[in-house]
């Protein structure tokens, strides 16, 4: 077996042992979904809607489904806009502060318990040894250089379906579904 094909195999094993070791949830059993809605609506007081639709790439039925459930459950509320009464401004609850803030420390002590067998200098370089490998799968897959935040490029846009027969090609040509 080759040096590559050992980090392939380290990085399986890795995440292998990733899914079997169980998240810190304490007695919050939300779905990943809701921790990642209470985030960004922690780190974006008074966010929009349509922004939050975009931020969590959600269409607006689901988003709206999830902030129903999380109105009623007292962890966030919507505010209309009084200038423009179409667009709802959405914040936490005091309790669903109180439950994100719980919510974190819990993934924090996990996130530490995970990694107990790593110095600080060695978590540094793991991190910078995954995005280099990152960015060049990136690279590799695309084509071309890998996006400056880190993340996947996003699927680009093609004409909506105009009666029946095959889905037009994205504007490269590439037929392919996101």
Same mark, same amino acid.
């Given at each position: 077996?080759?040096?590559?094909?050992?980090? !392939?195999?380290? !990085?399986? /094993?890795?995440?292998?042992?990733?899914?079997?070791?169980? =998240?810190?949830?304490?007695?919050?059993?939300?779905?990943?979904?809701?921790?990642?809605?209470?985030?960004?609506?922690?780190?974006?007081?008074?966010?929009?809607?349509?922004?939050?639709?975009?931020?969590?790439?959600?269409?607006?039925?689901?988003?709206?489904? %999830?902030?129903?459930?999380?109105?009623?459950?007292?962890?966030? #509320?919507?505010?209309?806009?009084?200038?423009?009464?179409?667009?709802?401004?959405?914040?936490? #609850? +005091? /309790?669903?502060?109180?439950?994100?803030?719980? %919510? $974190?420390?819990?993934?924090?002590?996990?996130?530490?318990? /995970?990694? $107990?067998?790593?110095?600080? +200098?060695?978590?540094? +370089?793991?991190?910078?040894?995954?995005? /280099?490998?990152?960015?060049?799968?990136?690279?590799?897959?695309?084509?071309?250089? $890998?996006?400056?935040?880190?993340?996947? =490029? &996003?699927? =680009? &846009?093609?004409?909506?379906?105009?009666?029946?027969?095959?889905?037009?090609?994205?504007?490269?040509? #590439?037929? !392919?579904?996101?």
């Amino acid at each position: 077996m080759t040096d590559s094909e050992k980090v !392939i195999l380290s !990085i399986l /094993k890795l995440g292998r042992a990733m899914r079997r070791c169980p =998240p810190e949830h304490g007695e919050f059993r939300f779905p990943p979904a809701v921790g990642r809605l209470l985030a960004c609506v922690h780190e974006n007081r008074g966010i929009s809607g349509r922004e939050l639709c975009e931020l969590l790439d959600l269409r607006p039925s689901s988003l709206s489904e %999830m902030l129903v459930r999380g109105e009623a459950e007292g962890l966030l #509320t919507r505010t209309p806009d009084p200038e423009d009464r179409r667009v709802q401004h959405i914040a936490l #609850t +005091e /309790k669903g502060e109180n439950i994100f803030d719980e %919510m $974190a420390r819990l993934r924090e002590e996990g996130a530490e318990k /995970k990694t $107990a067998c790593f110095t600080e +200098e060695e978590k540094a +370089e793991f991190c910078r040894l995954c995005d /280099k490998l990152s960015s060049h799968l990136e690279e590799s897959a695309a084509g071309r250089p $890998a996006p400056e935040d880190g993340f996947p =490029p &996003r699927c =680009p &846009r093609r004409e909506p379906r105009k009666g029946p027969g095959p889905r037009p090609p994205f504007p490269d040509g #590439t037929r !392919i579904r996101c």
